[in-house]
């Protein structure tokens, strides 16, 4: 059963263009919802996180949008740059803990010059 | 800062053999610990956490084993891989914030 759904697979922007990645969920008690980052051969580094209470979160280009009553929560990257391109995850948990995280499947983003 | 050191960084093992990979864990003391799988198209998906020196719980039933013998120390085993067992390991500590190391890439063949 997957409990949080990501799309799309895999995206292309050009450069300085808007990447958007959604993301849903289907576990109301989840209260925590990061978004890693990897690039290729390491591992996934926190780039983002939000919890319930809030609708928004911006840090530098990176946004979460966060919809509770959708039960959705999107990553936009703004003025995206060749060096976004990765792999970005998005997870969610409950408790406070990401003892138990839930990851999405991954989205591949490629920034074209 | 914690920092997560894993080896082997790559592994090409047969059919059968015996599967050791190791993570120790700086900068923190008594850390929760994880190792997930990724495999491509399915993401990441975890397979065992620690809270504790031996106390080691599964998520999903598999041919894997894990073991803590020391508190920054935790350890994938298998007696027998399996082809379905190749995939990219990675081990992660923390609590509110998850530090993932640079993974191990195995591939059984």
Redesign the interface.
Known sequence: QQQVK?SP?SLIVQKGGISIINCAYENTAFDYFPW?QQFP??????LIAIRPDVSEKKEGRFTISFNKSAKQFSLHIMDSQPGDSATY?CAASKG??????I????TKLSVKP | SQTIHQWPATLVQPVGSPLSLECTVEGTSNPNLYWYRQAAGRGLQLLFYSVGIGQISSEVPQNLSASRPQDRQFILSSKKLLLSDSGFYLCASGANVLTFGAGSRLTVL
């Open positions: 990501q697979q890693y051969g390491k591992g996934p580094a926190l995850f406070g803990s990401q003892g138990n995280l990851f999405g499947k991954g």
